[in-house]
Nanobody, 124 residues
Framework: QVQLVESGGGLVQAGGSLRLSCAAS????????MGWFRQAPGKEREFVAA????????YYADSVKGRFTISRDNAKNTLYLQMNSLKPEDTAVYYC?????????????????WGQGTQVTVSS
């Protein structure tokens, strides 16, 4: 089992940047595919980005491609999401998630563990 704690959210103006972090407990972080999801008020949770265990492969939703970068540091048991050129439509609660599978997926149902979320608000 792994416990996930997100941090780094906040209020930023459009065009600004934020970096989210997700700290994982345990010594098996490297065994999990990791992902970021977000949920805006009144909307369903949606995929943002995913990264393979070794960080060789990354995947992004079209809406964030070219603006967001997912990365991980397996030595520090930490997942990151660098968010640049933020837009008001990026406003949401952002969640990190861990998947025991071997292939990164956009499907939230495939992820086994979730953090509590961190709020990102982008003002226009």
């Amino acid at each position: 089992q792994v416990q996930l704690v997100e941090s780094g959210g906040g209020l930023v103006q459009a065009g600004g940047s934020l970096r989210l972090s997700c700290a994982a407990s345990g010594r098996t972080f490297m065994n999990y595919v990791m992902g970021w999801f977000r949920q805006a008020p009144g909307k369903e949770r949606e995929f943002v980005a995913a990264i393979s265990r070794s960080a060789i492969s990354t995947y992004y939703a079209d809406s964030v491609k070219g603006r967001f970068t997912i990365s991980r540091d397996n030595a520090k048991n930490t997942l990151y999401l660098q968010m640049n050129s933020l837009k008001p439509e990026d406003t949401a609660v952002y969640y990190c998630a861990a998947d025991r599978g071997s292939i990164p997926t956009m499907r939230s149902s495939q992820y086994d563990y979730w953090g509590q979320g961190t709020q990102v608000t982008v003002s226009s």
